[in-house]
């Protein structure tokens, strides 16, 4: 963990970016007329970044995260994944994506729920088998692979989804809101596992969240937006070590970002006043 935590305190800023977004527009047009999703945004996320989006309701959050899985298409500007554009890095799985709700199918086992994307895209029965032992042990699931959603915790659920989007060992994870229906303490306690699994695999991490305590607790970097149009209006490179105990939350340091968070939303909020 340590030497992971040297290298990429090393590698911070100097790479070439993974995800990388200049003056990116996305304008919807609907009945009520445009909405303006994402205006000028430009950030640069380097190999093995943790990078939270926080921002109020309707900033772009999710639009970010989508755009960077080829989901929606810009209006304006320009946007690379791993050097080639979000459709090119889609074909070539670039990402494993988590969304709010687990998703898994009812009538599969956790197992088999993992086995479907690779299924699909045909992978062999052993390299599928190879995999699912792999994932679930990351997300420290282990003993659970034979056992139906309904049988597991919400938060062992959530474990199994983000299993799932590791299952094709994309060096990107977008997880989108994946802890927010779960309780405090739940919660807590998945931000140390994935923490822990971040510092085991160098991923490159983008995680939607509301919760500033979470968006500190985990982050390398914390995008600041809000929304009308939806713009980053601070990024925030955390002087927070990479091993972080949850007491952390405690420190005059976690507080300071903290607090830098919570007034770059609030200039967000007097922007729509
Ligand atoms: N397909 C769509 N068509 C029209 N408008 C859309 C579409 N998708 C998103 N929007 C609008 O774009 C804006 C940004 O939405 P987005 O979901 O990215 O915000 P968000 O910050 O993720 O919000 P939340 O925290 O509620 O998830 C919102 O005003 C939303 O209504």
Known sequence: MQDHAQAAVIDHGTSTPV???????????TNDGPVHALSGIDLDIGKGEFVSFIGPSGCGKTTFLRCVAALETPTGGSLTVNGMSPDESRKARAYGYVFQA?????????????????EIMGYSKA??????????????????GK???WQLSGGMQQRASIARALAFDADILLMDEPFGALDEIVRDHLNEQLLALWARTDKTIGFVTHSIPEAVYLSTKIVVMSPRPGRITDIIDSPLPKERPLDIRDTPEFLAVAHRVREGLRAGHAYDD
């Open 147 to 149: 056992k139906y959603p």
């Open 127 to 144: 390299e599928q088998a190879e995999r699912i032992v792999r994932v679930l042990d990351l997300v420290e699931l282990s003993n659970f």
């Open 102 to 118: 687990a998703g898994l199918y009812p009538w599969r086992t956790i197992e088999k729920n993992i086995a479907l994307p690779l």
């Open 19 to 29: 995800i990388s977004a200049k003056s990116l527009d996305l304008t919807f047009q």
